[in-house]
């Protein structure tokens, strides 16, 4: 049962942006705490930003001052508009959304960023 599609993924060029959406296939979605992470290849996965569902945020510290992550909770959907990407941002990017004991993954959406 797929509980959330990501897209917004692809290849960008240094100095470019990507605007990654999550949209959530459930009513709560609201009550979800929601994180993207990121896995480069031989790489553990990594958190990248985070959002609560009061719309507090948390974010790795490569990400602050260029990605941001937002939720329109009506649309059900979390999104992380990454600008000024670099080549170390190259990476699947996963969201995850957590409720009580619900913890619920997207299936991934590739990020390449390469001239």
């Known amino acids: 049962q797929v509980q959330f599609v990501e897209s917004g993924g692809g290849l960008v060029q240094p100095g470019g942006s990507l605007r990654l959406s999550c949209a959530a296939s459930?009513?709560?979605?609201?009550?979800?705490?929601m994180t993207w992470y990121r896995q480069a290849p031989g790489k553990q996965r990594e958190l990248v930003a985070n959002?609560?569902?009061?719309?507090?945020?948390n974010y790795v510290d490569s990400a602050k001052g260029r990605f941001t992550i937002s939720r329109d909770n009506a649309k059900k959907t979390v999104f992380l508009q990454m600008n000024s990407l670099k080549p170390e941002d190259t990476a699947v990017y996963y969201c995850?959304?957590?409720?009580?004991?619900?913890?619920?993954w997207g299936q991934g959406t590739q990020v390449t960023v390469s001239s």
């Open positions: 995850n959304g957590r409720f009580s004991s619900r913890d619920y």
């Open positions: 459930f009513n709560s979605f609201r009550l979800y705490n």
């Open positions: 959002i609560d569902s009061s719309g507090n945020t």
